[in-house]
C-alpha cells in the first residue's frame, strides 16, 4: 500500500481513459456516418433511376420529368 495514493487518480489514468472515450466515439460517428451515407447515395441512385425511366415510380401519380 501507497503512502501516497489518496484514491485519487493519475494524469496519465485520466489522459488513457480521455483517449479511450475519444477512440471509441469516432469509430461510433464513423460507423453513423457511413450508415446515413450509404441512405443518401441509395437514395440518390433511385431517384436518378426513377428521373432517367429505368424503373417505375411508385405512386403513378408521382411523376418527375426534366
Not at 501516497?4 to 485520466?14: A, F, I, L, Q
Not at 437514395?43 to 405512386?59: K, S, W
Request: aromatic share 10%.
Amino acid at each position: 500500500m501507497n503512502p501516497y495514493n489518496d484514491g485519487y487518480v493519475k494524469r496519465s489514468e485520466v489522459q488513457e481513459m480521455i483517449d479511450d472515450a475519444i477512440r471509441k466515439h469516432n469509430r461510433n460517428a464513423g460507423i453513423i456516418s457511413m450508415c446515413v451515407g450509404w441512405v443518401v447515395l441509395a437514395l440518390f441512385a433511385e431517384g436518378l433511376l426513377r428521373l432517367i425511366g429505368v424503373i417505375d415510380p411508385i405512386f403513378p401519380w408521382l411523376k418527375i420529368t426534366l
